[in-house]
Nanobody
Framework: QVQLLESGGGLVQAGGSLRLSCAPSGRTFSFSSMAWFRQAPGKEREIVAAIGWTPSRTYYADSVKGRFTISRDNAKNTAYLQMNSLKAEDTALYYC??????????????????WGKGTLVTVSS
């Protein structure tokens, strides 16, 4: 069974940076798409960024464009999320997600069938 493990969360001041990592454990195979979602207290889970097998194929939520960068290492089946210029409203539990299916729409939450347990990002203002 494939499990995704996130790391890199923590407490940071507004304007600071964090880098999240997501790596699979257990039985693994190539993921077609990988993504980061987040969920703040009292809110629904939302897409942050996603990346296809080809690194140039990416999606970003409007709220993070220009501040966050998603990347992946296909050899390691690992995804990263570089978060710069963090704001208090970025505070949330960040989840890694992946799918082996080649869906056209990267941002659709229902397309992802593998999930991590989340890593907490707290931005103090």
């Amino acid at each position: 069974q494939v499990q995704l493990l996130e790391s890199g969360g923590g407490l940071v001041q507004a304007g600071g940076s964090l880098r999240l990592s997501c790596a699979p454990s257990g039985r693994t195979f190539s993921f077609s798409s990988m993504a980061w979602f987040r969920q703040a207290p009292g809110k629904e889970r939302e897409i942050v960024a996603a990346i296809g097998w080809t690194p140039s194929r990416t999606y970003y939520a409007d709220s993070v464009k220009g501040r966050f960068t998603i990347s992946r290492d296909n050899a390691k089946n690992t995804a990263y999320l570089q978060m710069n210029s963090l704001k208090a409203e970025d505070t949330a539990l960040y989840y890694c997600a992946a799918t082996q299916h080649a869906w056209d729409q990267l941002s659709e939450i229902n397309h992802y069938n593998y999930w991590g347990k989340g890593t907490l990002v707290t931005v103090s203002s």
